[in-house]
């Protein structure tokens, strides 16, 4: 089973930063994407950012330039570092491991969530 721990997320005021991560573990042989995605209340879930195993990184519109994605994929971990944050930035952020391997089995697994609230 692929485990997801995600940490990082607060309250932060417009213009403010915050930086999330993400440690996947559970003997995983690899992973083929790492990202983020997020659901404010009321709304559906959405793409934040994805990163591939080759460093190939996907963005939605509304965090290009303000949001970055990093990994290490010898430690399975994911970075999302959030700069100039909007109080449109709220909600729950999901950390997702896309194709896990364990063995000879794929996993798309979620972590639990992490509350960013952008606020003054």
């Known amino acids: 089973q692929v485990q997801l721990v995600e940490s990082g997320g607060g309250l932060v005021q417009p213009g403010g930063s915050l930086r999330l991560s993400c440690a996947a573990s559970?003997?995983?042989?690899?992973?083929?994407?790492m990202g983020w995605y997020r659901q404010a209340p009321g709304k559906q879930r959405e793409l934040v950012a994805t990163i591939t195993s080759g460093g190939s990184t996907n963005y939605a519109d509304s965090v290009k330039g303000r949001f970055t994605i990093s990994r290490d994929s010898a430690k399975n971990t994911v970075n999302l570092q959030m700069n100039s944050l909007k109080p449109e930035d709220t909600a729950v952020y999901y950390c997702n491991a896309d194709r896990a391997r364990i063995g000879l089995l794929l996993y798309n697994a979620w972590g639990q969530g992490t509350q960013v609230t952008v606020s003054s």
């Open positions: 559970g003997g995983i042989l690899s992973i083929y994407a």
